[in-house]
């Protein structure tokens, strides 16, 4: 994994060092960024010689170098190899140009190019944190996924105390970690995941579908691995390679994925369900391809319930659902919550554009019994990270409950 460390000017600079070495020791590669201004305080060569990665200090070549495309893009090429950003420290200036989105260097353009997690570390005067403008900025932030470290309180560098003063390296790294979903705290959990579509013979050429690309899936086995769950993947046809530690179980139509699922099921401890099972197959498939010859009539019939079998089999497990929804969402989401005794069950508006099926972006509700919480628009990796928040919440709840 490879985590891009922006470091801005403050005197709290000079700890970012210590951060790449926190990182490296847990095998992160780590390139670093650095403000005009982080230099005035830490030159780029330690950072360069502690990471073992070209330091980035501006948009262009300097010097006389002559001018080329790779320097030109770099940005666009660092911002698509990097599993998560994180600014250490993050000043007020930083801060203001992520929330409202100004590209003036490196740094802030590089925010707007990652899809990937990003994580604030905030370090500045106390009067500087507290301003009204300060923040409205960091409540920006929040709301659109970035995680805040919050600033410690304390003796601070202009000799003043109160809050400011930059979070413990070891806190900003535990956060880096969440964010890569290395915090191991699904260790010991068997996590059995469906993913992708199911097909239903029509004749030996054609089947019905649907528009499921299993990504959602994928990215929630992979996230699981990293937390360190065994993970049982049970994926209909896709494009996409599973990931490798997962434990693959390869099928094609609603009964074959049914029958995957029932054997695997007593292993699990936790059953996330994003298939998109077809609720419907032709009653009879044809032996032979049917010939074109003016309107197809097909009788259908409904395809097993798998989720609600579970439900009704489970003892310990954790059972969640997902739901893509056109109309009603919330009310539809609710009453398949209380219909098939879901532990939660995760919900998107599968008629918006540019989120859900055929995208890397998501938007989603997950609902508990006693809990609602809005997934704002973002990557499936960071949906698939809130969903196992969630996980790891039910499970703790479970354990206190049953002690």
């Known amino acids: 994994m490879k985590v891009a460390l922006g470091v801005s000017g403050g005197i709290a600079a000079y700890k970012a060092a210590e951060i790449v ?19 005035e305080f830490v030159r ?12 980035i200090t501006g948009m262009f070549e300097a010097g006389n170098a002559e001018p080329n495309i790779d320097s030109a893009v770099e940005h666009i090429a660092v911002a698509q190899s990097i599993d998560a950003l994180v600014v250490a420290p993050a000043t007020s200036d930083i801060l203001a140009k ?7 260097d490196f ?4 925010y707007l190019a990652t899809t990937a997690p990003v994580i604030v570390a905030p370090a500045m005067n106390v009067n500087m944190w507290n301003h009204p403008a300060t923040q409205a900025n960091v409540e920006i932030l929040r709301k659109r996924g970035v995680k805040i470290v919050e600033p410690d309180s304390g003796y601070l560098a202009c000799g003043m105390i109160g809050p400011g003063r930059l979070a413990a390296n070891e806190s900003i790294v535990a956060s880096v970690m969440q964010a890569l ?24 050429v054609r089947y019905i579908t ?65 298939a998109a099972v077809s609720d419907y197959r032709p009653k009879a498939a044809a032996i032979q391809k049917l010939k074109r010859s003016g309107p197809m009539s097909l009788e259908l019939e409904p395809t097993s319930d798998i989720l609600a079998e579970l439900s009704a089999r489970k003892s310990t497990q954790l059972i969640i659902g997902f739901a893509a929804e056109t109309e009603n969402v919330l009310e539809n ?23 859900g099926f055929d995208s890397d972006r998501n938007a989603v509700t997950i609902l508990t019994q006693d809990e609602v919480l809005e997934v704002p628009e973002t990557t499936k990796w960071e949906v698939a990270q809130r969903v196992l928040d969630q996980i790891v919440k039910l499970r703790r709840r479970a354990r206190i409950t049953a002690s």
């Open 98 to 104: 992520f929330a409202q989105g100004i590209a003036s």
């Open 21 to 39: 070495r926190l990182l490296q020791d847990r095998e992160i590669r780590v390139q670093v960024i650095m403000t005009e201004a982080a230099q």
């Open 107 to 110: 740094l802030t353009t590089l």
């Open 333 to 355: 989401a609710r009453k398949k919550l209380a219909k098939k005794s879901l532990d939660a069950i995760v919900v998107n508006d599968v008629s918006r554009d540019g989120v």
């Open 210 to 274: 649907n528009r499921s690309s299993g990504r959602m899936g994928y990215a929630l086995a992979e996230a699981a691995l990293r937390r360190g769950a065994r993970v049982l993947l049970v994926t209909g046809p896709t494009s996409i390679v599973p990931p490798n530690a997962a434990e693959v179980t390869r099928i094609e139509t609603a009964d074959q994925m049914r029958a995957a699922v029932l054997q695997l099921f007593s292993q699990a401890t936790i059953v996330i369900k994003t």
């Open 181 to 204: 979903g290395a915090s191991q705290d699904l260790a010991g959990e068997t996590v059995l995941i469906t993913a992708g579509p199911t097909r239903e013979k029509i004749d030996p």
């Open 44 to 55: 780029p060569l330690t950072f360069a010689a502690l990471s073992g990665e070209k330091v």
